[in-house]
């Protein structure tokens, strides 16, 4: 009777531990904060221009430990684009978000937050391009887009991948990124009220931030 009750605890611990989420984010500034992304990533928390002083108030640890989920890596810069131009019409190919998606381990999940930047650097808009990108291409924010989550979907053929898109960005931004998302099937989740500090989530925008997002992966 012992040896069946520890072989039905030891398979029971085997099904949990199989069906925990192993999270990945790709993200900026938002989702940074120090000594829980990869050395020489720019850091933006914790930071006195807002009230977020601890990793368990940031919006990805609260909707890991809501869904009983692991961190398996948070690849989060900030002040990264999703394209290769960044502020003042900088080369920010080596922090940008098509640079860095082969960077995010094995999950099950992946929570991309990103477009910010873009917006607000004024980055290139671009036209619509959905395969063979040439290296110019990714300097513009719809190839560069696109190309993300054509990446994302390749090399994470296991994991669910969902879209966050913070609120009060430039339309064309907007437009652009539900139509690549629509293109590639992946979910996006359109931030609505999160209250910010120096354009960033408070604690209370965290909050709010994570409960959005785990209603919609839970859908």
């Not at 650097?121 to 190839?143: C, H, Q, T, V």
Request: charged share 20%.
């Amino acid at each position: 009777m012992k040896k069946i009750f520890i072989s039905l605890f030891a398979l029971c611990c085997a099904f949990v531990c199989a069906a925990e989420e192993r999270v990945s984010i790709l993200g900026d500034s938002y989702s940074t904060f120090k000594g829980w992304i990869p050395q020489g990533n720019a850091i933006y928390y914790p930071t006195s221009r807002t009230d977020v002083r601890r990793a368990e108030e940031c919006w990805w640890h609260l909707v890991t430990t809501a869904i009983g989920g692991k961190l398996e890596k948070n690849e989060s810069w900030s002040g990264s684009t999703i394209c290769y131009t960044g502020y003042k019409g900088a080369n920010a190919s080596k922090s940008s978000f098509v640079t860095r998606i082969n960077r995010l381990g094995n999950p099950t999940l992946i929570l991309i937050c990103g477009a910010t930047n873009d917006s607000w650097a004024g980055s290139p808009i671009g036209e619509y391009k959905w395969d063979n990108w040439e290296e110019k291409d990714l300097f513009s924010f719809r190839p560069a887009m696109a190309k993300m989550l054509s990446d994302a979907k390749k090399l994470y053929p296991n994991a669910r991948v969902f879209f966050i898109l913070n609120s009060q960005l430039k339309p064309a931004i907007n437009e652009s990124v539900h139509k690549i998302c629509e293109y590639y099937k992946v979910p996006c989740i359109d931030l609505v009220n999160i209250d910010k500090q120096s354009g960033h989530p408070s604690v209370k925008g965290m909050k709010a931030f994570a409960d959005q997002v785990v209603e919609a992966i839970r859908k």
